[in-house]
C-alpha cells in the first residue's frame, strides 16, 4: 500500500531537518536552516530583519514611493511642516524630506554593503593567515591590528578623510580602511582554535598548498564568527558615516545624506525641527534595526545555546 | 523497601523528615521528573544517601535548605526540619535556618570559595551573619574554628586567598564556615570526591570529630559505596529519583536488592578478584 | 631574586609592545599626512613661486630627505612637543592643544562619572532581575544608547531642553557674561570657579556641562550596563554564590559583597574603555554644543584642511587612548587577587 507523498511545502523541511543527513550539503543546509528558525523565533532578530528588509525594499522602490524628486527645489514650499502634502515638511530649499530621506537609504545601503565588502574579507583574510601561520606573520599583523585598535576609530576616519578631501567615496574608504582591525581579530582567534586539529594536519600531510588550505578549510570556519561581528559591526558603520555626513565630509550636496541632512537643518532646528529630526530618526532606526539583528545572530549562533 | 533497623533508631529525634517529595523540572515544555516519590526520617546520625549521578540524591539534600525551588517545581506531603514545615518557610525565615541550623559542604573549594575574599574572612563572615558580633570578635572565632578543624597556622592561612590553598585545606575551610554557627545538620554534597585518597581520610576523619563533638546530624551524599559503608551508620540507596534501599551500613553487603548488589560489584575492590569488572545494566527495569 | 627579574622582565615587554604601538601611531599620521593630494611645499611659498624658491622651502621642510629619515625627524619633533604649527591659528599646535583640551577632559570625566555610577548598578540589577521587567528596560535603554546617532540627539536635547522647557542652559560653557571673568587654573571650570569661590559661575558653568554630559553619558551608560550586566551573569552561575546563599545571605549583600568584588577589575577595564570612547563621542558632541574643546578644534580644523592642527589632534586622542588602556591593564594585573602568585602548603 502506497502512503501519501507529503505535502511539498512541508518536505524541504523535513529534509533540512533529517537528524541523518546524507552528504556534507544537506547537512551544512541543514545547520543554516536550524540557525534561521532560531533566528526568525527571536522577537527582536525579527524585528532588526523587518528594519533591514524594509531598508532595501525602499532603497530599491524609491521612486515609486518618494512621491518628489529628492533634490528639486521649491521655494514656494520653504520649511513647510509636517502635512499631509509632505510628511515630513520640507527644508530650507523647498525639498520634500520624506522624499529625501527614502532616497537616503540608497546611500546608507551602498555605504554600508561597500564598506563590508571591503573590509571583511581584507579582516578575515588577514586574521585567518594571521592565525595559521603564527610566527612572525602572526606577530606583525597583530601588531598593526593593535596600531589600528589604539586609535577610536572615527578620529582616525576623519583624519583619513580630510587627507584625502571630503566626498563619499573617500569616507567609504576611510570608514572601511580603519574598520577591519576586529573582524581580524575574530578571525584569528577561530583560526588559532582549528589550525591543530588532525585534519588540517591531514590536509598538509595531502599536498595542499598553505594557501589551498587558508582559503578552502580555514577561512569557511572562521566565516561564521566573523560574519556576526560584521553584522554587530554594521550599526557603528552606519553611525560613523552619519558623523562624517554631519561634518560635511560624506556624501556632498545635493545628495540627500542623512547625517549632512541633520547639519543643514542645524540653524532652523528650534523652529523648524523636522528638518534634523527626521533624518535622525531615519538613522536612528535603521541602526537601531541592525543592532537588533547582530544581537539575534550572535544569540542564534552562540554554541552555548544550541 | 526494607524496615530501618538500627541502634539509632531509638534515639531518633526526626530532625528530618520527609514524605513523597517530587521535583520536577521543566524545559522546553518537556518535564523531567528528577525525584519521584522519595520518603525518609532523619535522626542525629550519619545518614548517606547514594546514587549515581543523575538519581537525585542532590536534589534531596537541596530541597531541604529550599534552595531549589526557584529552578524546579517542588511537592511533598511532608518536608520538615524539626517541626518547621520547609514548604510554608518564606525566604526571609529560611535564611535564618540557612547557615545557622542546616549548612551544607560542597564538592570542590576552588569553586565553592569566594576567590577574591581571603578565606579566613569568609569564615567570619559566616559567623557575623547570624550572631551580632564585631568584626574582631568574629575574627577570633574564625581563628578557633579553622583550629578546630586542624589547621595548623591559622593566622597565616586566614590571609590566604581560595587558589592558594590546597584542595584538602579548602575544604578543611569549607567546614570551618559551614560549623562556625553550631548548625544541628550538616549536608555533605560529595564533599570527599574532589579529594585524593589520603586527604579523603583526614577531612572525612575531621567531619567525624565536628559532628560527634557537637552531636550534629550528618546527610552525607555520595556516589562511593565503600566510602559511605565504612563513614555512615545508614545509608539509602537512589536511583533514578527513587529510593531503592534503606540499609544499616553494617548489613550493606548483605543487601539481595539487585541495583545495591550492581552497585557493590562494579565498584573496584583493593585485594578484591583481578577478573573485568561488571557494568551495571541499566535498561529499564 | 628570579621572581624580581621575571617581574622586570615582563614589565620591560609590555613596555616594549607600547612602544612599539606608539610608534606605529605616529607612522600612521604620519602617512595620512603624505596622502595629502595638496602639495605642502605649495602651500608655504604660493603657486607662483620659481623653481628656486620652491627648491629652498622643500629642503627648508625637509621634503628632500628620504621618506624614513623625514619620519625619523617627524617622531623626534613629536617626542619634543613640536607637532608643527596650525596655519589657521598660527600657532604651534600644542599651545591649541593645551587651550582647548580641559575643557574636553571635563566633559568626559562628568559623562564617565554618569555613565559609571548609573550604569553600573543598572547592569547589576539588570542581571539579578534577569528575564524581568527591569532587565528587559535597562536593555532597551542600552540598546537605544548604541544605536542613536550622538550628534542627533544632542541637538534634539537642546531643542526640548533649552528652547523649548528653558530647563538647561544653551550651548557653550557659560553663558556670553561671564567669559573671562575667572583665572584659569586647571582650566576645569567646575575647579577653578569653586577655587575661587565663585559660585554663581560654577552654577552657571554646571548648568551649560548638565545637558553634553548627560549625552555623551547615556552613550557610556549604555556600554558599561551591557559589559555588566554580562559580568554578573556569568558570575551569577558560579558556585561561590550557592555558597552564600547556603550561608544565609540576602539577595543584595550576595551581589553587592560576595559577586561584586569579582567583576571589579573587570569593570575597570570596561570603564577604561569606555573614556576612550567618550573622546570620540565628544568629536561631534562638542560641535552641537558649540563647545570649545578638542573636538570643535579638530572640526573646524577638518574644514579648513589644516593637516597639521588635525593630526595633532589625532595624535593627541590617540596618546590618551594608548596611556588609558595601559593604565587599566596595570590596574588589572595589581588588584586581581588572582594574579598572585603561589600556592600554600597543607
Known sequence: MMTPAPPSHRSHAYWLLDPDPKSELQARLGSLYRQWLILRRNPLAAMGLTVLGLLVALAILAPLIAGYSPIEQDFTARLAPPSVHHFFGTDEFGRDIFSRVIYGTRITLVIVLVVVAIAGPLGLIVGCAAGYFGGLIDTVMMRITDIFLAFPRLVLALALVTALGPGIINAVLAIALTGWPPYARVARSEALVIRNTDYIKAARLSGCSHARIVLGHILPICLTSTIVRVALDMSGIILIAAGLGFLGLGAQPPSPEWGAMVASGRQFAFQQWWVSAMPGLAIFVVSLGFNLLGDGLRDALDPRRR | ?285 | MDAVFEKAYRAGEILISIFITYLGLLLVTFLIARVIPIDPVLVVVGDRATPDVYQAAAKRLGLDQPLWLQFLSYVGGILHGDLGQSFISSRAVLSDLKRYFPATAELATAAILIGSVLGIPMGMIAAAREGRWPDYLFRVLGLIGYSVPVFWLGLMALLVFYAELGWSAGPGRLDIGFDGQIERITGFLLVDSAAQGEWEIFRNALSHLVLPAAILGFFSLAYISRMTRSFMLDQLTQEYVITARVKGMPEWRIIWLEVFPNIRVQLITVVALAYGGLLEGAVLTESVFAWPGIGSYMTSSLLAADMNAVLGATILIGTIFVIINMLADLLYRLLDPRARRGLANT
Open chain 2, 1 to 285: 523497601m526494607k524496615a530501618v533497623p538500627s541502634a539509632a533508631a531509638e534515639e531518633m529525634d526526626g530532625l528530618l523528615r520527609v514524605k513523597n517529595l517530587r521535583i520536577n523540572f521543566n524545559s522546553n515544555g518537556r518535564t523531567v521528573e528528577a525525584v519521584r516519590g522519595v520518603s525518609f526520617t532523619m535522626g542525629r546520625e550519619k545518614l548517606a544517601i547514594v546514587g549515581e549521578s543523575g538519581s537525585g540524591k542532590s536534589l534531596t539534600a537541596r530541597s531541604f535548605l529550599k534552595l531549589v525551588q526557584p529552578i524546579a517545581t517542588v511537592t511533598a506531603e511532608r518536608l520538615e526540619f524539626r517541626n518547621i514545615d520547609i514548604l510554608r518557610q518564606t525566604e526571609k525565615e529560611m535564611r535564618r535556618i540557612r547557615g545557622s541550623r542546616i549548612t551544607m559542604v560542597m564538592q570542590d573549594p576552588r569553586y565553592s570559595l569566594n576567590p577574591v575574599i581571603k578565606v579566613g574572612d569568609q569564615v567570619a563572615g559566616a559567623a557575623r551573619l547570624h550572631q551580632r558580633i564585631s568584626r574582631g570578635e568574629a575574627r577570633k572565632k574564625a581563628m578557633q574554628m579553622l583550629n578546630s578543624v586542624h589547621i595548623r597556622d591559622p593566622e597565616r592561612v586566614y590571609e590566604l586567598y581560595p587558589h592558594e590553598v590546597s584542595g584538602g585545606m579548602g575544604q578543611r575551610v569549607m567546614l570551618a564556615i559551614m560549623l562556625i554557627t553550631d548548625p544541628e545538620i550538616l549536608i555533605a554534597d560529595e564533599a570527599t570526591s574532589a579529594l585524593d585518597v589520603t586527604v579523603q581520610l583526614q577531612v572525612l576523619s575531621i567531619l567525624d570529630e565536628q559532628v560527634r563533638m557537637r552531636g550534629m546530624g550528618l546527610l552525607f551524599i555520595s556516589h562511593d559505596l565503600n566510602l559511605v559503608q565504612r563513614f555512615c551508620e545508614r545509608i539509602i540507596v537512589m536511583r533514578r529519583g527513587e529510593i531503592v534501599e534503606t540499609v544499616a551500613a553494617a548489613d550493606l553487603r548483605k543487601s539481595t536488592h539487585p541495583y545495591t548488589r550492581g552497585l557493590l560489584e562494579s565498584a573496584p575492590r583493593i585485594g578484591g578478584p583481578r577478573t573485568d569488572l561488571p557494568v551495571l545494566n541499566r535498561a529499564e527495569g
